[in-house]
Structure formats: structure tokens, C-alpha cells
């Protein structure tokens, strides 16, 4: 079974402070995809990230960077130089090969809150 | 580039009536999913397509029932609304089945279920 843990409801950051989202996921799977979304207050789901299970260098997309640890199972996301519209969900994500459906298994999101 | 698209936005409608949220995507794509997002649950998986015609079920499907008659098109219909259903649907869709491919979700319709 797959499953992807955020245990941090709630984060709060100074305006250009770096911050830390925390994700840790678990499968039995060898080849697997994690993604990052954000969901600003005005509900769409924006893809940020990706970071494949074989790739060897953590990604990074403009201010967004995957820390990959792959022997701890975690994938959190960095936000460097944070700015006010920063502010909003995060979900963190997998998707696996074996399974029929190949859907996302997503967390339970983490509510930054981004301070001016 | 009109990408996924979904309507309405917003829906309110009475328990027991049946309702269809639409879905329309304009790459092409083979993936098409239906997810519902609650508080406390993230997103979970209704109905996915892999192609026109075929659709199977995810881990939330009692109570939907999805078609595909066109590749770009995959709408959802509650056949009798409870208010269990209460949520926010998204509409993703996804080149193919590999894990490396990323899902794009279309902006979410809110229903509400009186």
C-alpha cells in the first residue's frame, strides 16, 4: 500500500525566509514519482516539483527544491526567499507504477502561512 | 491554450437529485481522473480512464458513475446526491500511465449537497 504523511498542519514563515515542508511516503514499490502541489486560496491545484525515485540530484524549479532522502523515505519541499504569495496548502505526492489505477496518493497538506 | 476545464464551478443541489460535473481537456491526454477533496483526507481517487470506454474504479466510487465517449471529455454524475457528497471535485488528466508523467488538475468544482 502507498501512503504519504505530512505531519505539519500549520507553517508560518518570515517574508524571504527559507522554509521546510516535511513529506515522508512509504511503498513497496521500487519505481516511483513524488510531486508537489500548491493550492492557493482560490482552489486549483498547481504543480510545482518532481522527483523521480532513480533520479540521483535533488530538483529544483526557480525558488522550489526537493530535499530527497530516499533511504529515510522523505521528500520535503524548500521554498527559498519566501514571498506573500507563498501562502497556501501544499500537498505533497506519489505516484507508483504497479497499481491499476496509477493515481496520486496524497497527504493531508500543510497550511503555509507566509508573514510580511 | 485552454488545458482541463471543468464545469460548473459551483454547484448547490437538494439529496437525491442527480448531478453531472463535466471535465474536458484539450491535450489529448490518455489519463483522465476524478478526485474529491475533504478536510483531513487530501485527495482521494473516485473514477479514473485510461482511454475513451474505459474507466475503473478508484478508492472512493459508491455513488458515481462515469463515461468516456471522447477522449476528451470524462464527466462525473452522482445518480442520487447525499450529502456525503459534499466536496470539492477535481478533474486531472496525465499523458500516460508512467510515474514520471505529472498529473494537471483542472480548477475544481464545489458542490454542496442540501
Known amino acids: 500500500a502507498q501512503k504519504i504523511t505530512q505531519t505539519q498542519p500549520g507553517m508560518f514563515v518570515q517574508e524571504k525566509e527559507a522554509v521546510t515542508l516535511d513529506c515522508t511516503y512509504d511503498t513497496s514499490d521500487p519505481s516511483y514519482g513524488l510531486f508537489w502541489y500548491k493550492q492557493p486560496s482560490s482552489g486549483e491545484m498547481i504543480f510545482l516539483i518532481y522527483?523521480?525515485?532513480?533520479?540521483?540530484q535533488n530538483a529544483t524549479e526557480g525558488r522550489y527544491s526537493l530535499n530527497f532522502q530516499k533511504a529515510r523515505k522523505s521528500a520535503n519541499l524548500v521554498i527559498s526567499a519566501s514571498q506573500l504569495g507563498d501562502s497556501a496548502m501544499y500537498f505533497c505526492a506519489m505516484r507508483v507504477t504497479q497499481t491499476g489505477a496509477n493515481n496520486l496518493f496524497f497527504g493531508t497538506g500543510t497550511r503555509l502561512t507566509v508573514i510580511p | 491554450d485552454a488545458g482541463i476545464t471543468q464545469s460548473p464551478r459551483y454547484k448547490i443541489t437538494e439529496t437525491g437529485r442527480q448531478v453531472t460535473l463535466m471535465c474536458h481537456q484539450t491535450?489529448?491526454?490518455?489519463?483522465m481522473f476524478w478526485y474529491r477533496q475533504d478536510l483531513g483526507h487530501g485527495l482521494r481517487l473516485i473514477y479514473y480512464s485510461a482511454a475513451a470506454d474505459i474507466t475503473d474504479k478508484g478508492e472512493v466510487p459508491d455513488g458515481y458513475v462515469v463515461s468516456r465517449s471522447k477522449t476528451e471529455n470524462f464527466p462525473l454524475t452522482l445518480e442520487s446526491a447525499t450529502r456525503s457528497q459534499t466536496s470539492v471535485y477535481f478533474c486531472?488528466?496525465?499523458?500516460?500511465?508512467?510515474?514520471?508523467?505529472?498529473?494537471?488538475f483542472g480548477p475544481g468544482t464545489r458542490l454542496l449537497v442540501l
Open positions: 522527483q523521480g525515485s532513480y533520479d540521483q
Open positions: 486531472a488528466s496525465s499523458e500516460s500511465r508512467l510515474f514520471q508523467e505529472t498529473q494537471y
Open positions: 491535450w489529448s491526454h490518455s489519463y
